[in-house]
């Protein structure tokens, strides 16, 4: 058995895995999987190159597989024949209300409607109580219906709701009773079939008879209607918080000719049989880009290779290609994993090609930066598409990752979207892995007058070509050209003391990134081949390039954040950030492009000391950059700002609560200043290479600990000594 097999991966999977030549799951992956297979929603947090892609792929492509296979045999009919223990329904249900997979704990995080549901059993005689803890905040009502009663417990005259509001209501009748209740607190709630009442108790005190004469010729169900609330049930199974009174019993010890199943929403059995349609995928996985969502969909390809009868179907799904060809698929061939970027995925959708009415994984990949992006609303709009309970009584599951989750965004959607989620969560907030020695260079343009003089130099974004700069004349805009140039030079620097063959180089602009790939290859196209990859560049020639540099055919790829998050490029050893980000979670996507997958990787950032002036082209630019030459500041509708390195520098240090080592211009990294040489791109060496530097590190301390102990020693004896000689 395989480690994976262990962690209840099917052998077909962990036969493409052994393949891959990955002998255990990573830390995030054997946290994951298993809540994945288990069924729940799952928050990972994990550092970048962690392998969270395979941590949600891999539970998605088996559970997907399994539920093909059990279409194929004729065995994924709802479950709903099997007659559930005492639970919260999931089919009786408001649209909106999440019953936890133990039945017991239910939530709805609908703000502007009540949303409700009745269990799965009801008593039809007899004195019976069970008890409900609210566990969070909101609006609950809870109760008692019959099978006729509305949902929206106590709206019609088929149900009796007590509310936290310290309302009892029957039939649109809300009148005071007993106390408001909220948060933690216990209400106990009594039927009493044979007197024909109703009654609660508050954290265990009598609040009276809510209810008399109440018809008795239908079966009673335990109700709940919740408004952005959460509670959790008791139904006898655990002792009680507080005693039921004499002669009411626990729900669970109703006799079984006392006891009816409920069977709303169930009914229909033919609904509850699972088909396979090809345009309704069972999961749909959502890419910031395009080159993410290739890069995951060829991971899926792997992992599925070895699965057969049925055989599993994926199709990405991007922009920038012909919309046809993924319209022509969907129909003729079908897809049951999507992987794709938001725009494309909802044109599909919207376009009735593709339908969520199966789909039971959505998958947010670099959550975070899916909301920053401005995408929030396209998928709250898809999520209210999917069913919550598929047609075979599955829960739709939500998995949302990132290695830097701790968004508020993150933590809103959240909330508002996923049901009873766990955070996986192995770093606490937002930290680089230890595989990568990220360092920065100061790019001092009054210290290093070198820019005065170059014969040839980069070109530079033009942003002072109607301001007087030149040197000998120290003005901001001056100084701001000059980090211009001095950057370009500080590349190739970093490039030479490196002996760097292989490199990701980031740009803040589009414009920044072609004019760095025009200086290096003026310089010499072959000792610094290079290309680029940011949103001018034609889908096609973005994906060349990229293969390009991962098929090692060019040295550098220089790019936009476009590229910062998630791509995986194995064993790369460097790169260099030519500008700091100013979103500080980008600079850990960004360094995170190399240590992955245990390999070393060192990662320089240039940091200017001075502001510079740069490109912001804002929505009120109407070409968006393109031959714009408005050069004033944003604060008249200009399209330049002053960009502030070190406060970008600080704000990531703090965020990441540590000190960036600082190098030199030089570009030296001082070879023993993390844990000693190491060779970039390959895995970190072994702990007895660097022993003996580890022992002569640790020599000092070893002695003055052993003074220390001498020292206490000694003084033990001598007191001892003195007090002994004084007693005789
Ligand atoms: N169990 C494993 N054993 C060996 N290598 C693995 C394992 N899991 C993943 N990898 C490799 O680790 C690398 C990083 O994985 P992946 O791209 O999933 O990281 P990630 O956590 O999604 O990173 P990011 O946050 O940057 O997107 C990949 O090259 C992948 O093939």
Not at 620 to 631: A, H, V
Request: aromatic share 8%; proline share 4%.
């Amino acid at each position: 058995m395989t480690a994976f097999e262990e962690f209840g991966v099917l052998p077909e999977i962990s036969k493409a895995i052994e393949e891959l030549e990955w002998t255990l799951p990573t830390d995030i992956q054997a946290e994951s999987i298993p809540l994945v297979l288990g069924g729940g929603d799952v928050l990972m947090a994990a550092e970048t190159g962690s392998g969270k892609t395979a941590a949600f792929c891999l539970p998605i492509i088996q559970i997907v597989w399994e539920t093909l296979k059990d279409i194929e045999s004729g065995k994924a009919k709802s479950s709903v024949k099997v007659s559930p223990p005492w639970t919260m329904s999931t089919h009786d249900r408001g649209a909106a209300l999440a019953v936890a997979p133990d039945g017991i704990r239910v939530q709805s995080r609908e703000q502007k409607e009540w949303h409700g549901t009745r269990c799965t059993r009801g008593v039809s005689g007899g004195k019976w109580g069970f008890e409900a803890t609210v566990t969070d905040e909101g609006l609950c009502r809870v109760g008692w219906s019959t099978i006729n009663a509305s949902l929206d417990l106590g709206t019609d005259k088929f149900g009796f709701g007590f509310g936290g509001t310290g309302k009892k209501s029957n039939n649109r009748q809300f009148d005071n009773y007993g106390e408001a209740f909220g948060k933690n607190d216990v209400i106990t709630c009594l039927i009493d079939l044979d007197l024909k009442e109703i009654k609660f108790l508050k954290n265990g005190v009598d609040l009276g008879v809510a209810f008399a004469n109440i018809p008795t010729n239908q079966p009673y169900f335990p109700a709940v209607v919740l408004k952005n609330a959460e509670m959790a049930f008791n139904f006898g199974d655990k002792p009680f918080k507080h005693n039921l009174p004499d002669k009411y019993l626990p729900l669970v010890s109703a006799p079984k000719g006392k006891v009816i199943v409920n069977n709303n929403g169930n009914v229909n059995s033919t609904e509850g049989v699972v088909k396979v349609v090809n345009n309704a995928p069972q999961a749909i996985i959502i890419e910031p880009s395009r080159e993410l969502a290739e890069q995951t969909h060829n991971q899926i390809k792997l992992f599925k290779k070895h699965i057969k009868n049925p055989s599993l179907r994926e199709l990405l799904v991007i922009g920038g290609v012909n919309v046809k060809e993924q319209i022509s698929f969907l129909q003729s061939t079908g897809a049951d994993i999507i992987v794709g970027t938001p725009g494309r995925l909802e044109d599909l959708i919207q376009g009735g090609y593709l339908s969520l009415s199966n789909c039971r994984f959505f998958v947010l990949d670099e959550a975070d930066g899916l909301l920053k992006q401005g995408y929030t609303d396209l998928i709250e709009r898809l999520h209210k598409q999917m069913p919550k309970i598929t047609a075979d009584g599955k829960r739709l599951q939500m998995i949302v990752c990132s290695a830097t989750l701790h968004a508020f965004e993150v933590k809103k959607m959240a909330e508002k979207l996923m049901h009873f989620p766990t955070w996986v969560d192995l770093k606490g907030e937002d930290a680089v892995p230890e595989t990568v020695h990220h360092v920065v260079v100061k790019v001092d343009p009054q210290n290093d007058r070198m820019w005065g003089n170059l014969r040839r130099h980069i070109m530079t974004d033009g942003v002072h070509q109607l301001d007087n700069v030149r040197p000998g004349n120290n003005t901001p805009e001056t100084l701001s050209e000059a980090v211009k140039l001095l950057k370009g030079e500080y590349v190739l620097k970093a490039i030479e003391e490196h002996n760097m063959d292989r490199a990701i180089i980031f740009c803040r602009t589009k414009l920044d990134c072609d004019n760095l790939e025009k200086y290096l290859k003026q310089i010499d196209k072959r000792k610094y081949s290079c290309v680029c990859l940011h949103g001018d560049r034609k889908p096609n020639e973005r994906k060349a390039n990229l293969e390009m540099f991962k098929r090692n055919e060019v040295k550098f790829l220089i790019c936009t954040d476009v590229a910062a998050r998630g791509l995986d490029i194995s064993g790369l050893p460097f790169m260099i950030n030519v500008t700091l980000p100013d979103e500080k979670s980008n600079y850990v996507h960004r360094i995170g492009r190399v240590g992955r997958a245990e390999r070393m990787g060192l990662a320089i950032s240039l940091v200017s000391t001075v502001p510079e002036k740069v490109w912001y082209h804002g929505e009120w630019c109407k070409s968006r950059g393109r031959n714009c030459w408005n050069t004033n500041l944003t604060d008249v509708k200009g399209c330049c700002m002053w960009y502030n390195e070190p406060q970008y520098l600080a704000d990531i240090e703090d965020h990441l609560n540590i000190t960036i080592q600082q190098i030199q211009p030089d570009m030296k990294v001082p070879s023993d200043e993390f844990d000693g040489k190491v060779v970039y791109g390959q895995k970190r060496q072994q702990m007895g290479s660097s022993y003996k530097n580890h022992t002569a590190q640790m020599a000092p301390i070893v002695k003055d600990l052993s003074e220390l102990e001498k020292h206490a020693q000694i003084l033990y004896l001598k007191r001892h000594l003195t007090k002994a000689s004084r007693v005789v």
